[in-house]
């Protein structure tokens, strides 16, 4: 019983990961009520710009607006060790731990047979072309601790096998601040096979 | 460490209602990642669209894109009998039990002096104008069971008092498919109080 523009915006913002039918219709009568024209412009043409401008870097494949990226081209970061993650969000989650110094390849997906999604279908081969041209030590996945997470790390870390670096893979275990009896069975079997000598 | 139009997007996205820092980075990624430049050059279009289309109705003050909207133009509604609500998703929700055949008013907002919401902040002149022009036998007050919501029930219901008209409120009680034990003590108040005979 909406109009028919309503309706449609509301289907546009339903598309977007993470919203339901009900954020949907809130966001776009939020967007018809609260906010004035100039902001819903704004608003459209930050992500026509955003989309015009970003790409993904020549060298780690994170989103970028420059080339290459900030991470790739700062003399300040530790150019031997690449850090391999599934999508620049988990770029972000490790960046905020300001722990981290190395350089980044995003993937941007994982192997998944299942869903048709295979080596060809990710960016593997610009992580080992990466490697043809040396200097780099340490790979460490990042991948997720997924079937399909692991999967890709250990085919990577056997594509790797011919080079001379090291692969490493994150710990996995019990996450900090929670309680290990809410822990499932096999982030418990992974926190005891990767006990570490105290 | 996002590239600047990244964060300026994921700023845009946070400031719609329902949406935090999180979810805002999912779907600016998801927006980058995953659309395509015309899918998001079709979405940007969209919201513009509507927003210059989408205007008040005359009569009932909820969002249209036809001048009156179809519901007061419309020769099925039972013209004697309007339902006044705080906003346009109010509206949707009545619409969607099929149940009622009257006409709307929306009101889009309640009283709230501390927020500086006053009755000429909302639009409760266009109601009394409607009623002057005669033919409502009915105003159902269904604003929502908040104090302003109650407020101003109370407050249109003794402006209404002139007027030849039965001014009712929607009922108030324990939601159906709920637990009685679960209920809060004032919904078990207004439960007991509004009791009908078997």
Known sequence: M???????????????PGIGHKSAERIAFYLLENMTKDEV????????????????????QNLTDTDPCKICSSHKRDKS???????????????NTNEYNGLYHVLHG???????IGPDDIKINELLLRLTS?????????????VSGTATAVYISKLLAPFDVKVTRIAHGIPIGSDL???????LIKALEGRQTM
Do not use: W
Not at 45 to 57: E, N, Q, V
């Open 2 to 16: 909406h109009a028919a523009q309503i309706e449609k915006l509301i289907e546009k913002f339903e598309r977007l």
């Open 134 to 146: 040396g200097g780099v030590s340490e790979v460490i996945m990042a991948t997720n601790p997924t």
């Open 110 to 116: 994982a192997l998944s047979p299942m869903d048709g």
């Open 181 to 187: 009896e809410y822990a499932d069975k096999m982030t």
């Open 41 to 60: 412009s704004d608003m459209a043409s930050t992500m026509l710009g955003a989309k015009d401008s970003i790409h993904f870097c020549s060298v780690c």
């Open 81 to 95: 060790v690449i850090c391999v993650v599934e999508s620049p969000e988990d770029v972000s989650a490790i960046e």
